[in-house]
Structures are given as C-alpha cells and as structure tokens.
C-alpha cells in the first residue's frame, strides 16, 4: 500500500507539473504572438532634418504592419498617406508632423491605437482644462490669471466655432464618436495640436471665446506654456471633481459646483471604493480602474468587497464603471462573475457606463451582464469602444523625433465566437461569456447644469430603481 501510495503521489507531481510546463508553454506562446517587440530601428546618423523626418517615416510604416486593427481598405489608404508623406521635399515642424501621424494612426477606428508624446517630451499647453457635457464643454480649471474663465462654455477658438474644432481634433484618435470626442476634450488645451490640426495660427497662444456663467461672450488670449516635469498627465475625467490634485500647481483653481458633490464624484483619486448607501439596503461599488493603483490593490478591495457582502448580503448592488477606463480584466472576471450569487434572487446589478467605460471596463461590464442573465440594468450613457476591438500589442517610439506608437494584435470580441486563432487573443477561449449588446437600458446624459448643482442624475436613477425593486 506504501508503495502504491508512493507511486501515485508521484504520479499527481508529474501531472501537476506537466500542466505547469503547458501553462507555462502557452502563456510564452501568447506573449509572443499578441506582443511581439518592435524591429529596431536600425537607421544611419541622419544626414539632415529632412532625411531624419523620412526615417521616422519609414519607421513608423513598420509599427504600423504590426498592428492588426487595420481593415485592408484603411491600411492601403494609410500607406497612400505615408507614401506621400515621404515624398515631401521639406521639413514639417513638429505639431504638424505629430497631427500628420496621428491622423494616418487614427485610420485604424480602434480605440486602442494612438500615437502619444514620449514621456519625456514637454508639451506645450494652455493654462486651462475642460470637460465634456451633453450641453457642451465647460472650463473646469484655470490658472489664477484666468480664473475668471471658470465654469465658462467654450464657444470658438481663433474664431473657429467649437464644433469645428472638435471635428478635426477627433480625426486624432480612432474608435467610437463618443471615444473620439473624449479624446478630442483631452487634445483642447494641447497648443501643438492646435497649431497642427490647423485651429491656432501660431504655437505661442490661442484666443478663447467663450459664454460665461452669466451669460456674457468674453473671448481671452490664452498663451502656451511648457508643461513642468512635476505636473501631473491625467485623463480628462478626473476634471469632474473639484477636489485638490495632488502634484498641481497652487496658481490652478478649479470651478466649484453650487452644491456639494454626490458620492461619485468625491475622494476621486481613490481607485476603489464599496459602501451601503445611506438609508437602503443597496450597496454602491465603484471601481476606476482595472489595475493597481499606487497603494490601492485591485485584487484585495474586490476580496474583502466579496466577504462582506457574504457577509452581509444587500438586496441590490449599484456598479459603478463609468471611468474605468482598462487595465487587465483577469483582475475582475471572477469578482463580475460571482456578483450576482452575492444578492438575493430577486435582487438586481445596476452597471453605470459612459464614454469612459474603456477596454477591461467593457470587458467587466460585459461579465458581470453575462452573469447576471437578466438581472442587470445598464444606464447612463454608452461605453467607449465597440464590442469587437483590438488592443494588446505592444509601444515603440521614434528614432528621431519624441513621438510614440501602440500597435495593437489581439482581437476581443464579446459579441460573437471569435475563431481567428491568428488575430483572436487566445486568452478570451478561457473565458466562457458573450453579450448581444451593452447599450445602456436607459441613456441617461450628465450636464453641466446637474453638475453644478451637485446632482448626479444616473446615479440618482440606479437608487431610485434599486429602492422601488425593493420588499418593503
């Protein structure tokens, strides 16, 4: 019996660690299919600017053979345009390089391919940040000189009105209109895009008109400055709270709304956070991201969010993912998946979405409505990219101007089978989940108008459908 015992115990080793060696094997394979590095960049010293500007040229034609997203159709049409590109006789400056780029990468329509500034490179920008609303793009931050501009709407720069300029900024970025438009709220006080994409006439300032909150035209020369190496890059989203970000400069004020901010827009450089609302037996979680953040584990919050709600079960669970905008969706699948056996039966999932909602955010709004077979509302406004999208891949940059490309290979599909073993990232074949659709149930927009006044009418209508499906 000893040696029969001995002989199996042998055995589950073996076997554990074949399957340690195949596990092991595929996930090397992965990484070398969908992330495959980028060729060097094996050029000669440049002989001139011009001859530098066609090397750039000619590498960044190699990036974008890697990346997979581009439809035949698109991918010719981007080659034409590097074609002539090259074909140039003289020197384009940078803005206007970097926009030629952007506008060849954008051809792509996938969310996740885009050409940035290296991390070291400073930009130029304007000494206000803006965000979107459904009634149009407010100044949410101002330097003290112009902080009279706060809680202004934008309505034209250098005489171009704000729809125009918008429209040529969202020929930067591929992917959905509202993705697009997101992007372009993040490009407004880039002075470089600006002058490249034809709106400003200099790179040394722009004039701003705008509607202020009074109601007066006031139009403001705003001049461009050199970003400090200390001062933080965030996305346009963190505008939506008034509240201090640390790293910013003391001169920058921000717009204060008349009213306190609501529970979604506070503490908002906090990644995480769960709480039963006040007064109901609905728990509010909101997650930010998909990944670390800082101090802040992802994989810690969601397991001490899943004890205590074993612990003390609510009858309903608001979700919050209208600013998590990516990161790696293993962090959530299984969290997304056991959600709804966390309520009772009767209960219901609210998932919050928005142009935000980005990459593993759709990929945990689509669990988390997969798993809920038919329990789970969607509202607010639709997520930021389509359900069939490519990212993964990989980021290279430039030889010789400070410029960077993410090209993307895998392809995700939430909709359909994906059988491309060439193109589908492999990971996906592991997760069992499809969705017809993740339009919200109810499209619900915010404007700066409920924001000011400290209302948050999607959140207000996730409580006010949870209490109404409530017993009692």
């Known amino acids: 019996m000893k040696l029969l015992a001995k002989r199996i115990s042998v055995l589950a080793i073996g076997l554990v660690l074949l399957v340690a060696i195949v596990a092991a094997g595929f996930l090397a394979a992965m990484r070398h299919h969908f992330h495959p590095s980028a060729p060097q960049p094996h050029f000669p010293p440049a002989a001139s600017t011009l001859d530098a500007q066609r090397q750039d040229i000619r590498y960044f034609r190699q990036l974008l053979t890697l990346d997979r997203s581009f439809a035949p159709t698109d991918r010719a049409e981007a080659n034409q345009r590097l074609d002539v590109l090259e074909a140039l006789g003289t020197v384009l400056d940078r803005p206007h390089f970097r926009v030629a780029l952007m506008q060849i990468d954008a051809l792509a329509d996938n969310g996740h391919s885009r050409v940035e500034n290296e991390p070291r490179a400073a930009p130029l920008e304007l000494p206000v940040r803006v965000a979107a609303f459904s009634d149009g793009l407010y100044i949410m931050r101002a330097t003290e000189i112009n902080v009279d501009l706060l809680g202004s709407r934008v309505m034209a720069i250098d005489g171009q009105p704000i729809d125009a300029v918008m429209t040529k900024l969202e020929q930067l970025r591929g992917g959905t209109p509202t993705w697009r438009r997101l992007h372009a709220s993040q490009y407004l006080p880039l002075q470089d895009l600006l002058?490249?994409?034809?709106?400003?006439?200099?790179?040394?300032?722009?004039?701003?008109?705008?509607?202020?909150?009074?109601?007066?035209?006031?139009?403001?020369?705003?001049?461009?400055?050199?970003?400090?190496?200390?001062?933080?890059?965030?996305?346009?989203?963190?505008?939506?709270?008034?509240?201090?970000?640390?790293?910013?400069?003391?001169?920058?004020?921000?717009?204060?709304?008349?009213?306190?901010?609501?529970?979604?827009?506070?503490?908002?450089?906090?990644?995480?956070?769960?709480?039963?609302?006040?007064?109901?037996?609905?728990?509010?979680?909101?997650?930010?991201?998909?990944?670390?953040?800082?101090?802040?584990?992802?994989?810690?919050?969601?397991?001490?969010?899943?004890?205590?709600?074993?612990?003390?079960?609510?009858?309903?669970?608001?979700?919050?993912?209208?600013?998590?905008?990516?990161?790696?969706?293993?962090?959530?699948?299984?969290?997304?998946?056991?959600?709804?056996?966390?309520?009772?039966?009767?209960?219901?999932?609210?998932?919050?979405?928005?142009?935000?909602?980005?990459?593993?955010?759709?990929?945990?709004?689509?669990?988390?409505?997969?798993?809920?077979?038919?329990?789970?509302?969607?509202?607010?406004?639709?997520?930021?990219?389509?359900?069939?999208?490519?990212?993964?891949?990989?980021?290279?940059?430039?030889?010789?101007?400070?410029?960077?490309?993410?090209?993307?290979?895998?392809?995700?599909?939430?909709?359909?089978?994906?059988?491309?073993?060439?193109?589908?990232?492999?990971?996906?074949?592991?997760?069992?989940?499809?969705?017809?659709?993740?339009?919200?149930?109810?499209?619900?927009?915010?404007?700066?108008?409920?924001?000011?006044?400290?209302v948050d009418p999607v959140l207000n209508r996730a409580i006010a459908l949870a209490q109404a499906s409530t017993p009692g």
């Open 195 to 454: 002058y490249g994409a034809g709106i400003a006439s200099d790179m040394q300032h722009s004039n701003w008109t705008v509607e202020t909150p009074i109601g007066a035209s006031n139009t403001r020369r705003l001049d461009a400055y050199e970003a400090p190496a200390g001062e933080p890059a965030v996305f346009v989203k963190r505008w939506l709270s008034s509240e201090r970000l640390s790293g910013m400069a003391a001169p920058w004020r921000a717009f204060e709304p008349d009213q306190p901010l609501p529970i979604s827009w506070t503490d908002f450089d906090d990644a995480f956070r769960s709480l039963r609302l006040p007064g109901t037996c609905t728990q509010y979680i909101q997650l930010k991201t998909n990944a670390d953040e800082g101090s802040q584990s992802i994989t810690k919050f969601l397991a001490g969010v899943e004890s205590h709600l074993r612990q003390d079960q609510p009858c309903n669970v608001i979700l919050d993912l209208r600013y998590d905008d990516g990161g790696d969706y293993m962090n959530t699948y299984r969290f997304a998946r056991d959600l709804p056996k966390l309520i009772p039966p009767a209960g219901r999932i609210f998932v919050l979405t928005g142009p935000a909602t980005f990459s593993a955010g759709i990929s945990t709004t689509a669990f988390v409505k997969h798993a809920g077979n038919g329990r789970v509302v969607i509202l607010g406004e639709p997520v930021g990219d389509r359900l069939q999208f490519f990212s993964e891949g990989g980021w290279a940059c430039l030889p010789n101007d400070a410029l960077c490309v993410a090209y993307e290979t895998g392809k995700h599909d939430y909709q359909h089978a994906c059988t491309d073993w060439d193109v589908c990232f492999w990971l996906n074949y592991l997760f069992q989940f499809r969705v017809n659709s993740l339009d919200p149930d109810e499209v619900i927009p915010l404007s700066f108008k409920d924001w000011r006044e400290g």
